[in-house]
Nanobody, 123 residues
Framework: QVQLVESGGSLVQPGGSLRLSCAAS????????VGWYRQAPGKEREGVSC????????RYADSVKGRFIASRDNARNTAYLQMTSLKPEDTAVYYC????????????????WGEGTLVTVSS
């Protein structure tokens, strides 16, 4: 049974940092690209980043470029999203998801989804 579990979300002040984790079970994560997505209150879900299964290359939404870094530790079957210089507009539930190719990560033809972890950026 495939399961993705996000963790690491919390309340953080503007300018702060958080690292989100996506722990996978029931699959070998190294065979999949991993996308990160977020959904803010009252807004549609949006793509944040993707890290490729093939070469580990990454891509990011313009809104987070230079602030967020996606990574993976295939030995631990876990993907990460390091978030720095957080802004109130980063407040959202963050989801990880598996897919075949990062070139498709905004098409939402994904394999599996986690339940999400809440990030709140506020003073």
């Amino acid at each position: 049974q495939v399961q993705l579990v996000e963790s690491g979300g919390s309340l953080v002040q503007p300018g702060g940092s958080l690292r989100l984790s996506c722990a996978a079970s029931g699959i070998t994560l190294e065979n999949y690209s991993v996308g990160w997505y977020r959904q803010a209150p009252g807004k549609e879900r949006e793509g944040v980043s993707c890290i490729s299964a093939s070469d580990g290359s990454t891509r990011y939404a313009d809104s987070v470029k230079g602030r967020f870094i996606a990574s993976r530790d295939n030995a631990r079957n876990t993907a990460y999203l390091q978030m720095t210089s957080l802004k109130p507009e980063d407040t959202a539930v963050y989801y990880c998801s598996t897919l075949q190719y990062c070139s498709y990560y905004l098409y939402y033809d994904n394999d599996s989804w986690g339940e999400g972890t809440l990030v709140t950026v506020s003073s």
